[in-house]
């Protein structure tokens, strides 16, 4: 049942229910009445909002072509001895999940990649079944940060604070704050704090204090966003100081396995990644 018609059943019951209970006094009828007339207006407006989602969900036939083409193509090189029937807890919840990112390309790749890993029996291992939950718990543009840091294993970031030196005390404004690359997509930049925090919250990176990259550079181009004109006005103006806290984020091991089995091409860096500063 859809969450239109559970609605809509809901709203029918509950005005049936008020209609024909006899405890209500004639004068309080008719605002009984406009209650179950309101829901029923609400359940038909959810209808349409809701309307859109029925063709973004996939039917059984849809995934079986998406996993035919897009897994195939990624164990086209696998040979068919090394095929084999993918565990129950990591196929199943694949499945289950593809019926609802049919619009998101960089989750549906994600899916796909797990799949293949836990099709060869040569990766097999490399595909935990909470990847499965993992992935459901990113955006698109967090899946294109997790690339990125298999790709580097570290990036840098600064917290930001604003110092009151006389009273030795400071606020701090941003957390974890990253200026990606020109050429990495991300949809909405201004989030990329919140993003790290989630990844950190699943166990992909880790944010360990007191530890910089030796290239200052990095941190410079970060610290010379124009995000942080504001900060720089508001301790400017205040007789207050600025101060960035240079950090980095780096993939765990966690991480790692996660970005080998989902994101890496099948096959190609199923092995153990140097960590250079």
Request: aromatic share 8%.
């Amino acid at each position: 049942m859809t969450d239109a018609n559970a609605v809509r059943n809901a709203a029918d019951a509950v005005k049936g229910l008020l209609e024909a209970a006899p405890i209500y006094e004639d004068g309080l009828q008719p605002a009984v009445i406009e209650v179950g007339t309101h829901l029923e207006t609400v359940a038909k407006s959810l209808r349409i909002v809701l309307g859109p989602i029925k063709a973004l969900i996939w039917g059984y036939d849809q995934i079986e072509r998406f996993i035919t083409t897009e897994v195939g193509e990624r164990l086209k090189d696998v040979p068919e001895e090394h095929l084999q029937t993918p565990q129950a807890n990591i196929a199943v919840p694949v499945i289950e999940a593809l019926r609802y990112t049919a619009e998101e390309k960089d989750l549906r790749d994600l899916y796909a990649n797990l799949l293949a890993t836990s099709i060869d029996e040569r990766t097999a291992k490399y595909a935990h079944p909470s990847f499965v939950h993992s992935i459901k718990n990113l955006s698109p543009d967090e899946a294109r940060i997790v690339k990125i840091l298999g790709d580097r294993v570290r990036i840098p970031v600064i917290d930001v604070q604003i110092w009151n030196r006389p009273e030795n005390t400071f606020t701090t404004q941003l957390t974890t704050f990253w200026v990606p690359d020109d050429n990495m997509e991300c949809q909405y930049t201004e989030l990329v704090p919140a993003y790290l925090e989630n990844l950190r919250r699943l166990g992909i990176v880790r944010i360990p204090t007191g530890i910089a990259l030796k290239d200052e550079a990095k941190y410079e181009k970060i610290e010379s966003s124009p995000v942080l004109e504001p900060f720089s006005k508001m301790a400017k103006e205040d007789g207050k100081e600025i101060k960035f806290i240079r950090k980095i984020v780096e993939i765990t091991m966690y991480g790692r396995q996660f970005a080998q089995a989902c994101i890496d091409e099948h096959g190609v860096s199923f092995e153990e990644v140097r960590v250079t500063n």
